[in-house]
């Protein structure tokens, strides 16, 4: 089979740079071209983008519209153009979409094995106002869902297909405009052909700002992982306030899929992640609770620490290198070569968690990140416990003390911990506003 690829884009730069930059990381050997469509942009900054658009060794047509033809105008032309090339599977991405690796690979196969079906690679399972799902599933299988409709961030299909199904509807849509990529579903359904939806998505929806005026939440993957950490677990623990704790673990999870997430409250919640644990009254009883009680809880061989005001923000910042360390957080200010840190955000090996809490030398638990990187780290140095460095540890993360000051400005850190970090111009920020206790 020949893919072909089309792009449809009208400004919005600060999406399409991420949908260009996707693309130059993905295996894209089998497409027989990628054709970028610039609907009558107007922004500097995507004409700069459409112009300089290149991926070595993939042939590159670019097209320009004279008039804003919208999506579907576009996509005719886009795909038009492959069928003209001699693409006999077509498919297209939003230029506010980003992609794995192998998504043309996934998406060729899928096409192969279900050649009367349109196929996409974006499973969203966004629910309506009224609480049921966006995108009903008609039936589960190994490795992909039928659907009654899906999204047309990203479609797929035999030349034959956009012949019968799609090329009509966007020919309609000319005419009168309408949401092409339902219609195209709604006919696929009245030919008793549900939509291919595989799982876990290839292809993730980053645009927030919709160029169509949708004043309904746009449609997220929920199975789309930038980065997998299969030897980590995620932790939280809050007794005051469970739902700043689930927004710092939403704000974990939003690119990486952990081994497992963990949260302890004693706050009552439906969430499916949160444990019961006894009430944790004071910054004591967390210490005891993380030093003595959380060990048994954690199978991988780490665990992430995570706090309200302490979380993932950079996941492109994660290094696996980390895992042969058995504690790094934040470094503090201390200059004797125990500055090894803060707990608050904190990957802690197993091995570690396990020395705390049935060594009966450790007896100072409080506060417990002081204890673990100052009070015993030359005893557990001793036993074999690796601390990171200070230069891997402010990779890692980044704390605020005191009070604002230019250490505290966020530099691209994995993570951080306070909400005393200043974020300013930096794209991140907390998944909490500042206030609550512990």
């Not at 050649?115 to 190994?142: A, E, I, L, Y």
């Not at 929920?222 to 677990?233: E, G, H, I, Q, S």
């Amino acid at each position: 089979m020949t893919p072909g690829l089309v792009i449809t884009c009208f400004n919005r730069p600060q999406y399409l740079s991420k949908c260009l930059e996707s693309l130059a990381a993905a295996d894209l050997s089998a497409l027989h071209c990628i054709v970028i469509v610039n609907d009558a942009s107007t922004d500097a900054e995507t004409l700069r983008l459409f112009r300089e658009f290149y991926i070595d060794g993939v042939p590159i047509i670019k097209m320009t519209n004279e008039r804003n033809l919208k999506v579907y105008g576009s996509l005719k032309r886009g795909w038009d153009k492959c069928v003209e090339q001699g693409c006999d599977v077509l498919m297209n991405l939003d230029s506010d979409a980003i992609v794995k690796a192998d998504f043309v690979e996934r998406l060729t196969d899928a096409v192969l094995n279900n050649q009367v079906h349109v196929v996409t690679g974006f499973n969203s399972r966004n629910k309506k106002k009224d609480g049921t799902d966006r995108h009903p599933v008609v039936s589960v299988h190994d490795g992909y869902l039928m659907k009654q409709s899906v999204g047309g961030i990203n479609f797929a299909f035999t030349g034959i297909v956009y012949k019968l199904l799609v090329s009509p509807v966007l020919e309609r849509c000319i005419d009168n405009p309408v949401n092409w990529d339902h219609h195209v579903c709604i006919d696929a359904m009245k030919a008793d052909r549900p939509i291919i939806c595989l799982t876990p998505s290839c292809v993730q929806h980053i645009g927030f700002d919709s160029s169509m005026g949708h004043n309904e939440p746009p449609d997220v993957a929920c199975d789309f992982y930038n980065l997998a950490l299969p030897d980590v677990t995620l932790v939280g623990v809050d007794c005051a306030d469970v739902n700043r704790l689930i927004r710092s673990a939403d704000a974990c999870t939003k690119d990486i899929k952990f081994a497992g997430v963990k949260l302890f409250s004693s706050v009552p919640t439906k969430h499916e992640s949160v444990l019961k644990c006894g009430n944790i009254k004071s910054k004591e009883q967390y210490s005891q609770f993380i030093v003595r009680d959380l060990y048994p809880h954690i199978e991988t061989s780490h665990a992430l620490i995570i706090q309200h005001d302490g979380h993932v923000v950079n996941y492109k910042a994660w290094n696996d290198e980390w895992l042969q360390y058995d504690y790094i957080g934040a470094t503090w200010w201390y200059k004797d070569g125990m500055n090894v840190g803060n707990g608050g955000f904190s990957l802690r090996s197993r091995k570690l968690m396990e020395m705390l809490a049935t060594d009966p030398e450790i007896k100072i638990i409080h506060p417990e990140d002081h204890a673990i990187g100052r009070v015993y780290r030359p005893y557990l140095e001793s036993k074999g416990i690796k601390f990171a460095p200070d230069e891997v540890a402010n990779r890692f993360s980044i704390e605020a003390h005191n009070s604002p000051k230019p250490a505290n400005r966020y530099s691209g850190q994995f993570g951080f911990h306070g909400y005393n970090v200043d974020f300013t111009g930096t794209g991140y920020a907390p998944a909490n506003k500042q206030g609550g206790k512990r």
